[in-house]
């Protein structure tokens, strides 16, 4: 094979590889999409914090019992950059706070790594603190 030819094929690899990570990526999000089916149309604070505590649930070492991970109520309630559209496009249903099914759903994958260019989307500023970690 020749130079040309090898560099060709290495170009068709590597869009191979993109289109491969693309196809896993749109399938994670329609399995997501999925289980989240049976959620109502709009969810409070109290619910979307729930949820993504459950998400994060690790089994205790040595034993059955299921902890909740991820941050408290009181954090969430206090940090609104935490909160699904980090605190903004919210409607008040019932006289509370409420985030629409597709907007929790995105916010559920959101981890501190991901938090930045989350903030950045709805032209949020971060703590410096959140920066660091979220770089």
Known sequence: MTENENLILQGLQIGIDRLAFEIAKQRQEAESRGRYDDLPEWL???????????LCATKKR?????????ASLNTYRQKLF??????????????RRCWCKEDVI?????TDEGLKAYAEKYGVKLPDIYIERSA
């Open 44 to 54: 409070d604070l109290e619910q979307v914090v729930a949820l993504k505590r459950g």
């Open 62 to 70: 040595g034993g059955d019992e299921l902890t909740m991970g991820g």
């Open 106 to 110: 995105a916010w559920l994958a959101i």
């Open 82 to 95: 935490l909160q699904p559209c980090c605190g903004l496009n919210y409607k008040m249903v019932g006289g």
